[in-house]
Each structure stands twice: as C-alpha cells, then as structure tokens.
C-alpha cells in the first residue's frame, strides 16, 4: 500500500490574535521550516471556512504569496469546521497519486476579525436554508442533540460538563491554547446558557489561529526525518444537513462511516487507537465520538468522562490538547491542530501532555457532523 508521510508540522498561538491570517499563517508555517526546505513545497492546499470575517477569498493564493510560495499550486477547500482536515486529505491524495512529492495542507480561520453575531450568521451557512430562515443557530442544533441524547441514555449537564472539565485541565499544559484556566462541573453548571441545556461553557470560543503540515511520499520523507509518521488513513463520508431529515439526530452516521472506512484502510479495530483528538464544538459532540468510532458503547459514552476514561493516563486518552474547548476553535485550522497535536504526541514532543502513543486518530467534522473527516497515524 502506498503510504503518505507527515513529516513536519507547525501552529501558531491560538486565541484572540490582533495579526491578519497572512501573519498567523506565517507564524505557523515558521515551525516548519526548520525541519524542511519550502523550496521542495509542490503544491498547497488551505482550509478556511468563510469568507466573511476578512472579506477574502482566493485563500490559495494568499497563502502563497504570504509563505514565499508564489507560483505554486495552491487553491481552498472547505467543508465549514473539517476544512483544516480535508485540506489534509487533499494533501495526502496528492502524494499518493503521484503528482507530488511534498505538498503543505493549510488550515486558518481570522474570527475575531468580526463581532458575535456576523460569526453565528457565518457558522449558520453551514446548515440547511430552512434551518437558517428558521433562525436555528448550530447551538441550538446541538442543543437538540444533547436534550435528545440525554432523555435516552441517562446522561446529565454534570456529564456534559465533565468533558470541558477534563479539556481545560489538559490545555494548561498547552502553551499555544486559547484557556489555560482549570473549570469545575459547578462553574460549567452556572455559566450563562447558550440554548438549553448547553451553556458557555460546554461550547468552544471563537478564536483565531492557523496550523500547517507537511506530507511527502516515503521517498521525499527519508530526506528530513528517519521517523515520519505515517498516515494509516485519510477519509471522508457525509450525511444531511439539517438534523431535521436524519432518521436518527443523536447518531453520527458520517463520523462512524468514515472511522469505519478509517479502521478498514489501516488495518485496525478502535482497540488499537491509543489517543485521539476529536470534534469537541460542544460537550455533547465529544461524547458521541466516543461511541461513533467504538471506544464505547453506543448510548454510554457519557460514562467514560464519567469514570475519568478519557483524561491523559486513562484508558483512551481524548483531546489531549485542550480540545476545541480549551485549545481554541479556529475553526478552518482546527482539523489541523489536531493533526499537530497528534504529531505532536507520536513524536514524542507534547511535554507534559505526552501520551507516549504510538497509533492516533483525528475527527474534525464540518456543520452539525454533516462532514466527517478521519485521518489514522502512526510512528
């Protein structure tokens, strides 16, 4: 099986940055250039999920010329918040098939740039028209989620609420994350509601940022590191956009499909997976990733935050980054700072967060999982 490698990987602060995204995108890039000559870049690839916040498109481009990489291939995708991953997954069908060498997947996103509420109207083009003249907000998307998850399976607030608890106790040992600043259940419980029974707390802010990768074939890879990591599996699956036509709106059907489509690519059950980083948008989402990609049950994901499963020294060690909870939600660059993370993380170079893992897995999902992108590692 042909094989693509990430060989290098950078991300810059996360939070609110005065910089425009050519600056944050730099900053990142800059991590990267120590390990390989941007000369040897062929092509680039840039997730990014509006256009609003600074008025811009022609992302490809941009980044290009901001990065020193004029006059070479480089063009956006997007797939609201999995843009960052699937600007990934361009990068590594563009090494398998051939065309190149060493390609830079780009993930950015400027938010800060514009207030509240253009970005909730921003974030809301990610759902159906209807939804959208209808006025329900991806919250309040999620908010049914949640409300319909609970009144199934048993779950609470408090269990919600336990998952932004682990998140902002492992980003304070992040020094690029948003919230380096411990929550208790209690204080998650009281913060202000968003829409019931998610609150501010259970819900990523808005940040800015920017993350970058490198994937080269095993040839070019050799050229810069004896150990690069290895992508087991990069893919793709899809479902509705409103949760209004899913048979089911608690079940994550494109995020299980894709982890399906995942484990068969690589070879491998969820047994093998020793971290993840996953979508963690609202407390909720995290939950069902535990049960879509088969760390637990389906109906008792809930009981692994519980039982302290999913902190760094637990039996599945999820969003050892803080997550987009505490780590910050940039959100065309999240896809890729969970890769950076989990390069991180394989290459033994979390610090303090270390895992010692040898196998991961990313999931960063675009709209209310209306997208899901799963990428498989390994050192």
């Known amino acids: ?5 990430i060989v290098a990987a950078g991300m810059s602060k996360i939070g609110r940055r005065e910089e425009s995204s050519r600056e944050i995108v730099a900053e990142a890039f800059e991590e990267v250039t120590t390990v390989v ?20 498109i022609m992302y490809g481009a941009l980044v290009a010329e901001a990065l020193g990489l004029l006059p070479r291939e480089a063009y956006r995708v997007e797939a609201c918040a999995a843009a960052g991953a699937l600007a990934l997954h361009t990068a590594v069908m563009a090494v398998k098939s051939g065309l190149v060498d060493v390609a830079l997947a780009v993930g950015v996103e400027k938010m800060t740039a514009k207030p509240t509420e253009v970005v909730t109207d921003a974030l809301m083009a990610a759902s159906d028209i209807v939804d959208q003249l209808s006025g329900v907000t991806i919250p309040a998307h ?3 989620v949640a409300r319909r998850y609970m009144y199934l399976y048993g779950a609470t607030e408090e269990d919600l609420c336990e998952v932004a608890v682990k998140n902002h106790k492992h980003a304070l040992d992040n020094p690029k994350a948003h919230f380096k600043k411990a ?9 202000k509601p968003v829409a019931t029974p998610l609150k501010l707390l259970d819900s990523a802010p808005i940040s800015d940022g920017a993350a970058v990768a490198v994937v080269a074939s095993e040839r070019a890879a050799r050229r810069y590191t004896d150990a690069p990591v290895k992508v087991l599996a990069s893919t793709v699956a899809t479902d509705t956009l409103s949760i209004s036509q899913r048979d089911d709106i608690v079940w ?10 995942a484990y068969r690519q690589a070879g491998l059950a969820p047994s093998h997976i020793q971290v993840a980083e996953v979508h963690d948008a609202f407390t909720i989402n995290e939950i069902l990733m535990y049960e879509a990609l088969g760390f ?3 109906g008792e994901g ?7 499963q999913t902190y760094i020294g637990g039996k599945i060690p999820v969003n050892p980054s803080g997550g987009l909870k505490a780590r910050g939600h940039p959100i065309g660059a999240t896809g890729l700072a969970q890769i950076y993370e989990l390069y991180l993380q394989l290459t033994g170079r979390a610090g303090r967060r270390n895992t010692g893992a040898e196998v991961a897995m990313a999931v960063n ?4 999982n209306s997208t899901a992108v799963v990428h498989i590692l390994a050192i």
């Open 365 to 368: 999902e675009g709209g209310v």
């Open 142 to 144: 999620y908010a049914m």
């Open 37 to 56: 000559d941007p000369r040897d870049i062929e092509a680039v690839y840039v997730g990014v999920q509006s256009e609003v916040y600074e008025h811009q």
């Open 252 to 261: 994550p059907t494109a995020v299980w499909e894709a982890a399906q489509r």
């Open 302 to 308: 809930y009981k692994l935050v519980r039982e302290g």
């Open 296 to 298: 637990a049950k389906r």
């Open 183 to 191: 929550v208790s259940v209690e204080e998650c419980l009281k913060s």
């Open 1 to 5: 099986m042909v094989l693509a490698y």
